[in-house]
């Protein structure tokens, strides 16, 4: 059974390393894998982690429809997303997008408008764990 060429899931497991999903594929000689890795500040002051959190069955969807769009305006291409949710510390990946396309500059260019999307309206909020200063 072939796996689906897009892929999406939205979990409070870590973000897997490398398959994600997609088999390589001798058809798209880019394949591009982009982490969002959470930083050690927010808003210049140092955190932990980050925590997220969503509405599950609306980013489910939401995620399920910017996948659906973008294969729609983008027919030739392979996607595997993986979002997280819970404490995620920093330095450890929150997203995970792995982009398959024909060529590299395609393959940069729907990753970027796959995060915009992502981030504009799959309903995931997240909540920055500040580090506690001693006193």
């Known amino acids: 059974?072939?796996?689906?060429?897009?892929?999406?899931?939205i979990s409070e497991t870590p973000i897997p390393e490398f398959e994600a999903g997609l088999d390589p594929s001798s058809e798209h000689g880019a394949d591009l894998r982009?982490?969002?890795?959470?930083r050690?500040?927010?808003d210049g002051r140092v955190i932990t982690g980050i925590d997220y959190s969503a509405y599950r069955p609306m980013a489910d969807?939401?995620?399920q429809a910017v996948i659906d769009a973008m294969s729609g305006?983008?027919?030739d291409h392979r996607v595997a997303i993986h979002h997280r949710l819970g404490f995620v510390p920093?330095?450890?990946?929150?997203?995970?997008?792995r982009v398959q396309t024909a060529?590299?500059?395609?393959?940069?260019e729907l990753c970027r408008e796959y995060l915009r999307r992502i981030k504009?309206?799959?309903p995931i909020w997240k909540a920055p764990i500040f580090q506690e200063i001693a006193t």
């Open 40 to 42: 050690d500040r927010e």
């Open 34 to 38: 982009f982490h969002g890795v959470v």
């Open 120 to 122: 504009t309206s799959v």
């Open 73 to 75: 305006e983008h027919p």
């Open 1 to 9: 059974m072939e796996k689906s060429h897009f892929i999406s899931s």
């Open 90 to 97: 920093a330095g450890e990946a929150s997203i995970l997008i």
């Open 103 to 108: 060529h590299s500059a395609s393959a940069f």
């Open 61 to 63: 969807n939401e995620l």
